[in-house]
């Protein structure tokens, strides 16, 4: 069955970075792709970014964009999520997400990684 395994959360002060991985197994992702998401305390799941396993296309939230890159090394099956310039407002569990392009559904999701900006 598919899995996915988030990593590379943890504590930052404003103004840093971290890089989020997501692992992806049990199956082949040609016609999927791949989101991150978050979920801060008391706010509702949001949108962070998506790529496209084949064509590599991404799409970003305006919240993030210019600060944070998604990307993906289909030879290890790895969406990565470059986080620059965070702020506190970014703190929050990021869950990575798969689902196919035919869909605006995601199927799958991993069980979530913490990042929290410190002021």
């Known amino acids: 069955q598919v899995q996915l395994v988030e990593s590379g959360g943890g504590l930052v002060q404003a103004g840093g970075s971290l890089r989020l991985s997501c692992a992806a197994s049990?199956?082949?992702?040609?016609?999927?792709?791949m989101a991150w998401f978050r979920q801060a305390p008391g706010k509702e799941r949001e949108f962070v970014a998506n790529?496209?396993?084949?064509?590599?296309?991404?799409a970003y939230a305006d919240s993030v964009k210019g600060r944070f890159t998604i990307s993906r090394d289909n030879t290890k099956n790895t969406v990565y999520l470059q986080m620059n310039s965070l702020k506190p407002e970014d703190t929050a569990v990021y869950y990575c997400?798969?689902?196919?392009?035919?869909?605006?559904?995601?199927?799958?999701w991993g069980q979530g990684t913490q990042v929290t900006v410190s002021s």
């Open positions: 997400a798969l689902g196919g392009i035919w869909t605006s559904r995601y199927d799958y």
């Open positions: 049990g199956r082949t992702f040609t016609n999927y792709k």
């Open positions: 790529i496209r396993w084949s064509s590599g296309n991404t």
